[in-house]
């Protein structure tokens, strides 16, 4: 069974960091990628990162470039958003994903609910 949990959530100032985590299970990170996705209020959920560790390649929608990295654990099954210098238009529900078929390398341009594979979610608000 594939599950995926998100942490690491909370109530920052702007300028703040966060790292959020991923812990998966059911399947390999080697095979298959892992998708950051965000929601803000009435708003559609967007891409805000992908890892694919098949090939090491990574993707970072340009609302969060130079300022979000997504690495992975040494152990494998937990992958991090490290968010740093938060903005208030960065406040949303973080969720991550996978596919069996989706790639990082055209995760900006397929739609998110093309992924099957969703956690539950992570809260962060960006307030002062």
């Known amino acids: 069974q594939v599950l995926l949990r998100e942490s690491g959530g909370a109530s920052v100032q702007p300028g703040g960091s966060l790292r959020l985590s991923c812990v998966s299970s059911?399947?390999?990170?080697?095979?298959?990628?892992i998708g950051w996705f965000r929601q803000a209020p009435g708003k559609e959920r967007e891409v805000v990162s992908c890892?694919?560790?098949?090939?090491?390649?990574?993707y970072y929608s340009d609302s969060v470039k130079g300022r979000f990295t997504i690495t992975r654990h040494d152990t494998g099954r937990t992958v991090y958003l490290q968010m740093n210098n938060l903005k208030p238009e960065d406040t949303a529900t973080y969720y991550c994903a996978t596919d069996f078929e989706s790639k990082c390398a055209t995760v900006g341009t397929t739609p998110w609910y093309a992924w099957d594979y969703w956690g539950k979610g992570t809260p962060v608000t960006v307030s002062p």
């Open positions: 890892l694919s560790s098949s090939d090491g390649s990574t």
């Open positions: 059911g399947f390999s990170v080697d095979h298959f990628p």
